[in-house]
Every structure is written in structure tokens, then in C-alpha cells.
């Protein structure tokens, strides 16, 4: 099994461009997310979704947009790039919720996007 | 109050020695928390995660626990130099959904040869 499986793994936009980063997993499973990194920073939650057709907003998402079409897939937009959004974009995914353990999130090896 | 704290390092240690990580919380009613390590330019792996209070062991990895004070804790005995990487705490924050988790910024640890 692939995981998950991000591309590209790196990418220089100029401002204003767009793009769209992608994201699938093999692993079936029903959540998933796109984090941003920034550097010496924790994870913030840009976007998730807990099933195919079904998304909603993290605690970053002005600039972004996603879609759930398929189980696998889940796309993270880039809409008129500015430099704040140069940043570690990470997707992960999980087969069902946290609580009553067991439960162990997969990310993928990244997107380093650098908006100049 | 941020609502995951994590002591701010950087952390440096001696090889041999006992790394002590910690972590706080703001929301009382948590009930799952995560510890992942990132080496530099990678992605996050989990190595432990922890729901009750007390004590949780993997091999030189020890998770602690305590509700109460919203605490958690990582202790990596006999540190390693393949240790040293940032070390992120996770968690599932009961006043949102049991899906989502809120993480730390992280403490890099070096582990000293």
C-alpha cells in the first residue's frame, strides 16, 4: 500500500497564480485533512472531511478551497496565491474518529510551496 | 490561553540520558492525546497516544497522563541521537468533534553524542 500520497512535493508560484495540490489514499479510509506548517509552528487545520461529498472548514481556510468527490481523493485549491500562504502543506488521513483509541492518523511526506 | 502548549525547547540532552517533554491542554473534557515525532523536513509519525490517566509504556518511550491538572507528558529514556527530532503533542479537544486534533509547536529535541 501507497498511504497517502501527495504531489507535487514542491512547487514556486508567483502571486496570483493558483494551483491545486493533490491528495489521495489507498487505505480507505473516511477522514481526511490538509494541514499547513509554517516554520517552528505546530499543525494548523486548513480543511476536512469525513466522507465523499462532505467537507467543512478548519481553523485556517480563508484562501483554500477543497472537494471530496471519491473516497480517495481530496484536493486542496490554492486561489490567487499570496505570500502567506508559502508554508508546509501536509494531507493525513484516518479511518475513524479519536476517542476510544486505536485510532492512528496517516500523513503523507508533504508539499513545500514557496509564493513569490 | 492557547489551547495546546508545549515547553518551547529547544531541548538538549546528553546521549544516555532521560528527555522529558511536556504538554498542556485547556480543555478539561479531552479525552485522547497524541505524541508524534517530526524529523526535520519529514512528516509527523505517531508513537504514542494515551486516554487514560497514569502511565503508558513503549520501549523507551513513556507517555504520562493526568487529567486533572491537563497535563501530558513524554519521556524518552536512554536518548538516543536518532531521537532528536521536534516532538509535537496532539489532542482531540472534547468542545470540538472526536475527529479533528489541535496540535502544539513542537519541541526540538538534540540528542548529544
Known amino acids: 500500500n501507497a498511504g497517502v500520497t501527495q504531489t507535487p512535493k514542491f512547487r514556486i508560484l508567483k502571486i496570483g497564480q493558483s494551483m491545486t495540490l493533490q491528495c489521495t489514499q489507498d487505505?480507505?479510509?473516511?477522514?481526511m485533512y490538509w494541514y499547513r506548517q509554517d516554520p517552528g509552528m505546530g499543525l494548523k487545520l486548513i480543511y476536512y472531511?469525513?466522507?465523499?461529498?462532505?467537507?467543512d472548514k478548519g481553523e485556517v481556510p480563508n484562501g483554500y478551497n477543497v472537494s471530496r468527490s471519491t473516497t480517495e481523493d481530496f484536493p486542496l485549491r490554492l486561489e490567487l496565491a499570496a505570500p502567506s500562504q508559502t508554508s508546509v502543506y501536509f494531507c493525513?488521513?484516518?479511518?475513524?474518529?479519536?476517542?476510544?483509541?486505536?485510532?492512528?492518523?496517516?500523513f503523507g511526506a508533504g508539499t513545500r510551496l514557496s509564493v513569490l | 490561553q492557547k489551547e495546546v502548549e508545549q515547553n518551547s525547547g529547544p531541548l538538549s540532552v546528553p546521549e544516555g540520558a532521560i528527555a522529558s517533554l511536556n504538554c498542556t491542554y485547556s480543555?478539561?473534557?479531552?479525552?485522547?492525546f497524541f505524541w508524534y515525532r517530526q524529523y526535520s523536513g519529514k512528516s509527523p509519525e505517531l508513537i504514542m497516544s494515551?486516554?487514560?490517566?497514569g502511565d503508558k509504556e513503549d520501549g523507551r518511550f513513556t507517555a504520562q497522563l493526568n487529567k486533572a491538572s491537563q497535563y501530558v507528558s513524554l519521556l524518552i529514556r536512554d536518548s538516543q541521537p536518532s531521537d532528536s527530532a521536534t516532538y509535537l503533542c496532539?489532542?482531540?479537544?472534547?468542545?470540538?468533534?472526536?475527529?479533528?486534533?489541535?496540535f502544539g509547536k513542537g519541541t526540538l529535541l538534540t540528542v548529544n553524542p
Open positions: 487505505m480507505n479510509h473516511n477522514y
Open positions: 472531511s469525513v466522507g465523499a461529498g462532505i467537507t
Open positions: 494515551i486516554y487514560s490517566n
Open positions: 480543555d478539561r473534557g479531552s479525552q485522547s
Open positions: 496532539a489532542v482531540c479537544l472534547s468542545g470540538g468533534s472526536n475527529y479533528k486534533l489541535t
Open positions: 493525513a488521513s484516518n479511518l475513524r474518529g479519536f476517542s476510544g483509541g486505536g485510532n492512528i492518523q496517516y
